[in-house]
């Protein structure tokens, strides 16, 4: 057997307990790491599940607020609608009011009667479409913010 000197083997007695001390604190580093990850993974299936609940309470408000906004827009078409049929109805009656009965003599007129009454009826049929296709267009709109 070869014999070391005395203070080769102190050196390889203590390099040995380092070496074991080093093995201990990674083992034990290693178990604490696995320890905070699973800390880790808990809180962050916590925060998921909270973030869902969120996210289904938001999605639950959202829909309603879409259907209060729907029911909104029907009522705000149909009273619009509405709105129309009276300027359509007043579209197809004569705009001018009647001739006077006393009238001297009804062809020093300087317009055609019934042409203007046709003119304006057209007129005001027109512009009743033009109007309703710019709040329809407005009230879409409105809806959508």
């Not at 696995?34 to 925060?47: D, G, R």
């Not at 408000?61 to 909104?72: M, V």
């Not at 009743?128 to 296709?133: N, P, Q, R, S, T």
Request: with cysteine.
């Amino acid at each position: 057997m070869i014999t070391l000197p005395g203070w080769l083997q102190k050196l390889i007695l203590y390099a040995a307990v380092v070496i074991a001390l080093l093995g201990v604190g990674y083992i034990k580093g290693c178990t604490d790491a696995s320890e905070e990850y699973v800390q880790f993974k808990a809180t962050l299936a916590a925060q998921a599940d909270t973030q869902v609940k969120r996210n289904a309470e938001r999605a639950r408000q959202d829909k309603l607020e879409k259907e209060r906004r729907d029911a909104e827009y029907k009522r705000n078409i149909a009273r619009l609608e509405r709105d129309l049929g009276r300027l359509r109805q007043r579209a197809r009656a004569s705009v001018l009011p009647p001739a006077p009965t006393e009238a001297r003599d009804p062809s020093r007129a300087t317009f055609d009667r019934a042409e203007l009454d046709r003119a304006l009826r057209e007129f005001t049929g027109a512009t009743a479409e033009l109007i309703g296709e710019g709040a329809a267009a407005v009230e879409g709109l409105d809806s959508l913010r």
